[in-house]
């Protein structure tokens, strides 16, 4: 039986890789360039089928990315068909994958007002947003009078502790569109990069709105 | 009788509609580079003839708008010869066009200023613009020794109780040269887009100039 | 004898207009990319001998000159060979270049800092910048250890009485940098483009600086 | 005994410098349009061996430097092969060169946040960091749970005062990873541009974070 050495059995579909890691690169570049990535901090993903997701690489600056610092893990976390590391916080993005099975891309970034933010309602635990239009450019919210809960994780160097908060807040049935992590930064995510992208934004601008208001209340 | 299918009879000029697109198109872009159309927000418009105004589509990046995402409305806010969704305050678009003869453009954004601003001049109704140079960039103020109000309308999501809010403003004879929604952003408007620029960016950086002295007063 | 219609006679060097409008253009366009010159405000001006200035036309925006939009002017601030409309703020660019006559190009913005530092220490008449590296910006001033003040005028639409105030200054024989109008800008000027902008950015960092300090020190 | 004058020896490797000199035009330019680099201020520097650096050319823009605007010191200050004149802060350069051998880049900038953190915190001597995930990108940084200090020098005219307060500093034993000098500015480095400049980055977003936490809890 003659095998060519040449044929490579994947277990994603690789032209799908080389889009996603396209769309990635071009989004990081977008979010490098308003500074929402600091001294090569944040990554990104987006989900490839049940079971794969293409992921940055550790450490690279977000503002020049190309295909070689997107790499492919499972849902269990481990590198697929390559020698490259993935971010330590791998973890937090295969976790949202395998709770929303619809969720298609997932967006850490470290802005200065999400860590500001993530440090000043920590001790609440949770940014509550009601009375702002743009509550309304979260998925499933129509109108500015609902209330809008994002949650602050206490930050760990040990994933396993973090999932597993997180694992309990959605355990609890806690409405979930993104999170904080104590003096970090954020995570969002949707059905696709667009809706992802979206959600951040507005995450972003609804965080910049409360601390100038209690700037301006002072 | 041969009737040529291939012949539209529009009720508006069709060339003016693509000339206003790539108009309303290149200044969102701009407007969204400045960061006052986050996730998606935001909406513009300009004036077609007597009954009709070309309106951007519900929904879409305002930093990247082609031709499809404007779209035409009849002064009752009902779409002309098109199948697309135009956005629930296409109201207060018409509204405008309707009031004022005179006007060519209006302009609806949701800077982090303009939104803050609302929340915290809701209670007093209005911002109250005094001792400026730059009030002079308003089409009718031609020194700073004058005063110039912005009122700030309570938000809702019934477009119908809003626009009758600003009908009784003006029947009630009060100058009004655009306008805050609590929680939202901004209107303003102009002959032509170039005054409706001038306009928003006045206001825009007189809301910041207002809450700059607010916060080194505290 | 014949004589040629085609032959101007110009008080002024037309090439050296041509350049000078370039660089006037090039210049406004940096500016206003910084946000300086909001709602077509703010004016520039190159010196083009003992007599004449050029100077950018009235409510043009300055993110988009080119060669029409920079006039002539003479030192009594008429129009020279041409039917546009000097600003009325001309007289106070040709106060400059008649009281020193090594200076060669004057800036007049209208940034927020510069507005809202205008408004705050319009009591005082004066910025005073001790203890920033930034001061040694400024020709003639070689140590931080120095003292650099920045005085505010009162703002008014008479310019006549505004040129009599800078004067009354001067005469007092007080140093002169740049000022302050209340509610409005700065004016900086420099022997040259290139030092007119390194004093111009000089007085905007520092009165971020002074802004930062107060608001930190609230 | 033949010698071609027109053999040049240089005690560096003029093909290394051309590279560096490169770097250090695009590294500045980027530096500069962040607005780091105000009013012609800063200096950027690279080694070239263990006894001479690449360092910029006093008072250029640091927007727009050619390859003219980098010169050749020594590690006792003096011009190399030159008639240039250097930064009189090239010795703080040459001092992390000479008391580190491993540092490639030293990066020498003038932000607002910088200037202010300087003078705010002039007093204690020092920022101290503790809690943000950033200090991560500090090399020999594992975790967010360490303290990281970043001292603050008093400004003076003498350079040898302010090296000695650096070597004094660093004789005592205590870790030195960037400095601010009081309302001046920072100093940082790596072993190569793109470390030096990830903890540039990392140093202005701890500070702005910082400053924000401050006004936020007034």
Redesign the interface.
């Known amino acids: 039986m003659n095998r060519s050495p040449a044929i490579e059995t994947l277990p994603y579909d690789k032209s799908l890789l080389a889009a996603h890691a396209q769309t990635i690169a071009d989004n990081a570049r977008e979010l490098a360039a308003l500074g929402w990535t600091?001294?090569?901090?944040s990554n990104f993903s987006m989900r490839l089928d049940d079971r794969h997701a293409a992921v940055t690489v550790s450490g690279r600056?977000k503002g020049r990315l190309g295909a070689d610092d997107i790499m492919v893990v499972d849902f269990d976390n481990r590198p697929v068909a390559t020698e490259a590391r993935p971010s330590a916080e791998t973890a937090l993005h295969t976790q949202i994958y395998r709770r929303f099975p619809t969720v298609g891309a997932v967006l850490h970034t470290?802005s200065?007002?999400q860590?500001?933010a993530s440090?000043?309602f920590a001790g609440a635990g949770k940014v509550r947003f009601e009375?702002?239009?743009?509550q309304k450019?979260i998925s499933g919210y129509?109108?500015?009078?609902s209330v809008l809960d994002l949650p602050v994780f206490p930050?760990t160097?040990d994933m396993a502790e973090l999932v597993a908060r997180i694992d309990a807040w959605l355990d609890a049935g806690k409405p979930l569109h993104g999170y904080l992590?104590?003096?970090?930064?954020i995570y969002a995510w949707g059905i696709d990069m667009?809706e992802a992208r979206?959600?951040l934004?507005?995450f972003?601008?609804l965080l910049?709105?409360e601390?100038?208001?209690?700037?301006?209340h002072?």
Chains 1, 2, 3, 4 share one sequence.
Not at 131 to 134: C, D, K, P, R
Request: net charge negative; proline share 2%.
């Open positions: 600091p001294a090569t901090s600056d470290h200065r007002v860590s500001v440090r000043l009375g702002w239009e743009l450019a129509s109108t500015h009078e930050n160097q992590i104590d003096g970090h930064g667009a979206r959600h934004e507005a972003e601008f910049n709105c601390l100038d208001l209690r700037r301006l002072a």
